[in-house]
C-alpha cells in the first residue's frame, strides 16, 4: 500500500488546464495536419490522437469503477509498471496505427477525442479525491488517478507538438506534476538544473542522456527513463 500522495488537495484544476490545452493543439488540426510526425516511434498525429482517445476513455471508465479496499498505487508508484519493454511496446505502435487507420475522415477521430476528454474532465470534478478507484488491475484513489492522467496529457502534449511547430507546449501547471512525479520516482528533487519540460523528456525518455548529463546524475543516470 502506497505510505503518501503525490497530489494536492484538489488535483481537478491540473487536469482540467492540461485536458484543455492538449484539446486546445488537437481542435484546429486538418487532416493535412494529422499526417505529421510526433514524438512517439512510428505515429503520426491522428495515431497519437487515437491513443489519446483510448487514455480519456479509460480515465471514463475508472472514475466510473469504485474500488473496495485499500490502494495498491499512488499518484507515483502507478509508474512502476511503465517501463521500457521493447516487444510490448512495438505491438502496441502497430496495435494503435491499424485502428487509427479505420478512420478514413481525421475530423471524425478529432471530434470523438475533443467529447471524451471534455467527458472526463466533467466526471472528474463529480469524484471526491479520496475516493477509490481501479483501473489497469490496481486501486488507487481519485486523485492520485487525476495526477496520473495529467502526467499522461502534458508528456504526449510534447509528443504532439513535435511536428506542430505552431503548437503550443504543455501548461506549467501540467509539467509541474510531471516534475512532481519523476521526482518521486527518483526518490529525491532532481540534482541538476532542468527545466520542468527538458526534465519531463528526459526523464520519460523522449530525449537520451548527454554525457554531461549522465556525469551530472551520477548513479542515478542509470535509473533513466523513470519511465516511458
Not at 480519456?56 to 469504485?66: E, F, G, K, S, Y
Request: glycine share 8%.
Amino acid at each position: 500500500m502506497p505510505e503518501h500522495s503525490h497530489v494536492p488537495s484538489d488535483p481537478v484544476p491540473a487536469l482540467r488546464t492540461a485536458y484543455e490545452a492538449l484539446a486546445a493543439v488537437v481542435d484546429p488540426l486538418g487532416d493535412e495536419e494529422s499526417w505529421q510526425p510526433t514524438g512517439c516511434t512510428g505515429w503520426a498525429v491522428r495515431d497519437l490522437v487515437f491513443h489519446l482517445v483510448a487514455d480519456a476513455r479509460r480515465a471514463l471508465v475508472a472514475l466510473h469503477t469504485p474500488a473496495s479496499g485499500q490502494p495498491d498505487r499512488d499518484a507515483v508508484t502507478y509508474w512502476q509498471d511503465w517501463r521500457p519493454h521493447p516487444g510490448g511496446a512495438a505491438n502496441g505502435r502497430r496495435y494503435n496505427r491499424v485502428a487509427a487507420s479505420m478512420f478514413l475522415d481525421f475530423a471524425q477521430l478529432r471530434e470523438l477525442y475533443l467529447e471524451t476528454a471534455a467527458a472526463t474532465v466533467h466526471a472528474a470534478a463529480a469524484v471526491r479525491p479520496d475516493a477509490l478507484v481501479a483501473t489497469q488491475g490496481h486501486v488507487l484513489t481519485a486523485g492520485d488517478l487525476m495526477s496520473t492522467l495529467t502526467v499522461e496529457a502534458a508528456v504526449h502534449q510534447l509528443d504532439l507538438v513535435v511536428g506542430l511547430p505552431t503548437a503550443p507546449g504543455p501548461p506549467p501547471a501540467a509539467l509541474a506534476v510531471v516534475r512532481t512525479t519523476l521526482d518521486g520516482l527518483l526518490g529525491r528533487p532532481l540534482p541538476v538544473d532542468w527545466s520542468d519540460e527538458h526534465y519531463a523528456r528526459a526523464g520519460t525518455g523522449r530525449l537520451p542522456l548527454t554525457e554531461p548529463e549522465r556525469r551530472s546524475l551520477g548513479p542515478d543516470a542509470d535509473r533513466f527513463p523513470l519511465f516511458c
